[in-house]
Every structure is written in structure tokens, then in C-alpha cells.
């Protein structure tokens, strides 16, 4: 009878210990399988981003060491700002399924607005910019106009639209065709020297540490509130060390150099507002569901017209500030604004960081991301002095190898979701 009751007591103590294990598993094992099963799921997320920026590095760096040089990373962020913003809104057409081959001609337009009314009529420089803002917000209207009540397809419509608005950017510039604009003024230099002190720039590469902290707990005790499974804190307090220590030693390195540009913040900003917008809020939800499946949305009762025509607005919009962006990183507006590889490094820098050309998927993350990884590659092949032929040959490779591999992302999806 003792024997019996001593091991009836022991049993408790066992259950605990095995409870411990199977608890230690979910935190290192669990996690660790979760996210190799996401991966064979074709749920790839940033990871061949992540996995390409280090290639880029790691081989440039190799033929060129200058290429890791603090100061020439400060002027890549500098270069990243002026079409990270155009893509931006390159994005929230994708979302949808749609496509906007303008932004190139847009931020051009909005170049030669701002040169024309600044420097050749003497207005205000925030009076000028407004002026543009407004006609961007103008040319998005139109596209959802001949996109809804026509029925025009978004390629067609923003085809067009390239060439009348390049046009008109030719017009408004004249047959001088450049504009230099003042390089003393606080806009031009914003677009080329302005950096933010160290100590703020180390204070805000905190900041997103704290909010994966701040959300993930809120999450933590919501599913707990509602007797659901939760993450551990362990392996949250493991991500937010991680990504806090490796903004805080980028900060420092760019810091050895000129410092982060007060222009790439403005980037990272716009591009913080816009993930809160389509993560948090009902207009962010309803663009999932139109770009997932738009008569389902239409039958759940949301207003498919406008979302189209705030995806088409912003986009232009987006584009007109890069426009801005780029003149005052040039000092100038000329007839060469927006045209090249903008529209191809745009849409290159949505696709490659993950925004699904099938629509339903994306993040303004990716755009930060994806130009990162476009301005790199171009970056690198300045710096190896090789001509711009190959520049275009390489960055169309690698943005076939994205739609390959969100092609293949989206097959395996649909099988996993199928088994």
C-alpha cells in the first residue's frame, strides 16, 4: 500500500518535468519547425530578400571593398528615397492585381511642375509642391474613372497616361529642357547633405524593437484572454534583441560615415504609415480581400470602386513625391526625370521584396526592402565601372528570378492548401 501511494506521489513531479520538455520544445523546436513548415508551405515572406541582400554584399564587397564603406552606404539610402516613395504606391496597386506604368512619367511631371513654379515663376516652395501633390492626386482620379466606369484594363489606361504625361512634362519644361534648381535651398539639401544627429538616430532604431514588444504582448494577452495558445516570451524577447542590436549597429556604421539621411527617414516613415494602414485599419483589410478575390469582397459588402480608385490616388501620389525627391537630389528638374529604369526599379522593388503580382499579398515593407536590393545591385555595378547595359541585364534577371519564385510560392500555397 505505501509502495502504491509513493509512486502515486512521484506521478505529479514526472508530469511536471514532462510538461517542461514539451514546453522547452515549443519554444525552440515548435518555433523552429513553424517556420520551416511556412517555408515549405511557400509562405516565404522576407526571406529571399534577407538571403539575396547578403549574396549582393558579400560579392560586391569581395570585388570591391569600397562597397561596404560607410559613406558609400549613406549615399545608397540617399538613392534608395526617390523610388522606395514611388514604389510604395507601386504596391498598393499590385495588391489589387493591378499595374501603374506612369509612376516613371508622374515623378517626372511633378519635377517640372516644382522647377517651373519655384525657379522660372517665383512661388513658394511649399505652394509649388502642393501644386504637384494636386495633380497627381488628379491623374490617380483618372485611372479609377476609365479603370470603374469604363472598364479600360489598368495596363492600358496607365500605358497611355506614360506617354500624355511625358508629354506634358516636355511642355512644361520648354525648350530649355532642365531647371537647376537653387543648391543653397533647404530643399536641395535635404535631397543631398542632411543627415540626422547621432543620438536621434540612435534613439529611433530603438523604437522598433519596443513596438514588436508593446504588439506582441497586447497580442500575447488577448489569445490568452481568450484561452488561446500564445507565442513564449522567450522567443519574443529573443526577435526584439536581435533586431534592436542590428539597427543599432547599422546606425553605428553609418554613423563612422555621414550618418543615416534625414531623406531615408522620411522613406522608412511613409512607409511605416502605410504598413499601419493596410495591417490595422478597415480600408487596409478591405484592399486583402479585393486584391484576394474582388466579387467576394463586392458580396461582403465592401466598396470595391473605392478601394480602386484610393490604390490608383495614392499611387500617383506616391509617385509625385518621389518626383519631388528626385529633383532635389538632382538639383534640378529636366527632361530626363523619371524616364530610364525608374518605372522598371519601381515595380522591380515591390516584386522582389514580396509584393505578389497576383495581388491579395504584399507589405510596404517589401518596397523598403526590394529598393534596397535594386539600388545595391546598381550601386555595385558603378563601383566595378561596368557599363549600364549590364546594369539593366542584371536587375531584369533578378526580377525574373522574383516572379519565378513568388510564381512557385503561390503554386505551393495552393497545394498545401489543397493537402
Known amino acids: 500500500m505505501s509502495q502504491k501511494m509513493s509512486e502515486t506521489i512521484r506521478q505529479p513531479a514526472a508530469l511536471d518535468r514532462s510538461d517542461e520538455r514539451v514546453r522547452h520544445d515549443d519554444n525552440i523546436m515548435g518555433m523552429t519547425k513553424a517556420f ?50 514611388i514604389s510604395l504606391g507601386i504596391v498598393c496597386v499590385l495588391m489589387l492585381g493591378e499595374i501603374d ?5 508622374m515623378s517626372g511631371l511633378s519635377s517640372a511642375i516644382l522647377g517651373v513654379l519655384w525657379v522660372n515663376m517665383g512661388w513658394a516652395i511649399p505652394l509649388a509642391i502642393l501644386v504637384a501633390i494636386a495633380a497627381g492626386i488628379a491623374v490617380g482620379a483618372l485611372y479609377a474613372v476609365l479603370f470603374n466606369r469604363l472598364g479600360m484594363p489598368s495596363f492600358v489606361a496607365t500605358l497611355a497616361g506614360l506617354l500624355a ?9 520648354g525648350p530649355t ?23 536621434l538616430s540612435y534613439v529611433l532604431a530603438l523604437l522598433p524593437g519596443v ?34 542590436a542590428a539597427l543599432e549597429f547599422a546606425v553605428y556604421y553609418l554613423n563612422l560615415g555621414r550618418g543615416v539621411p534625414w531623406m531615408f527617414g522620411l522613406f522608412v516613415a511613409i512607409a511605416v504609415i502605410l504598413n499601419y494602414a493596410l495591417t490595422r485599419t478597415k480600408w487596409g483589410r478591405s484592399m486583402f480581400a479585393v486584391g484576394g478575390n474582388r466579387e467576394a469582397a463586392r458580396r461582403a459588402g465592401i466598396n470595391v470602386r473605392r478601394i480602386y480608385l484610393s490604390a490608383f490616388v495614392l499611387c500617383s501620389t506616391l509617385a509625385t513625391i518621389g518626383g519631388i525627391l528626385s529633383a532635389s537630389r538632382l538639383a534640378s528638374s529636366s527632361q530626363q526625370a523619371g524616364t530610364g529604369d525608374v518605372n522598371l526599379n519601381a515595380i522591380a522593388a515591390a516584386v522582389i ?9 504584399g507589405s510596404a515593407y517589401s518596397a523598403l526592402l526590394g529598393i534596397i536590393v535594386i539600388q545595391a545591385i546598381s550601386n555595385g555595378l558603378t563601383l566595378l565601372n561596368l557599363s549600364s547595359s549590364l546594369r539593366y541585364m542584371i536587375t531584369g534577371a533578378v526580377l525574373a528570378i522574383a516572379v519565378i519564385v513568388d510564381s512557385l510560392a503561390r503554386r505551393s500555397r495552393v497545394s498545401h492548401g489543397r493537402a
Request: glycine fraction near 10%; aromatic fraction near 8%.
Open 36 to 85: 520551416f513548415d511556412r517555408v515549405r508551405s511557400g509562405d516565404l515572406g522576407m526571406l529571399p530578400v534577407f538571403v539575396g541582400l547578403i549574396v549582393i554584399s558579400t560579392v560586391f564587397s569581395l570585388l570591391n571593398p569600397v562597397f561596404l564603406a560607410p559613406n558609400n552606404l549613406v549615399n545608397l539610402l540617399f538613392d534608395c528615397a526617390t523610388v522606395g516613395v
Open 101 to 105: 506604368l506612369s509612376v516613371g512619367s
Open 165 to 173: 504625361l511625358l508629354g506634358m512634362q516636355l511642355y512644361i519644361l
Open 177 to 199: 529642357g532642365s531647371i537647376n534648381l537653387p543648391y543653397a535651398s533647404p530643399l536641395v539639401r535635404f535631397g543631398q547633405i542632411l543627415v540626422m544627429p547621432d543620438w
Open 211 to 244: 513596438t514588436l514588444v508593446v504588439n506582441e504582448m497586447r497580442k500575447r494577452r488577448q489569445r490568452q484572454a481568450s484561452n488561446l495558445s500564445s507565442p513564449p516570451v522567450g522567443a519574443l524577447a529573443i526577435k526584439a534583441v536581435v533586431l534592436t
Open 353 to 361: 521584396g514580396g509584393t505578389s503580382l497576383f495581388g491579395g499579398r
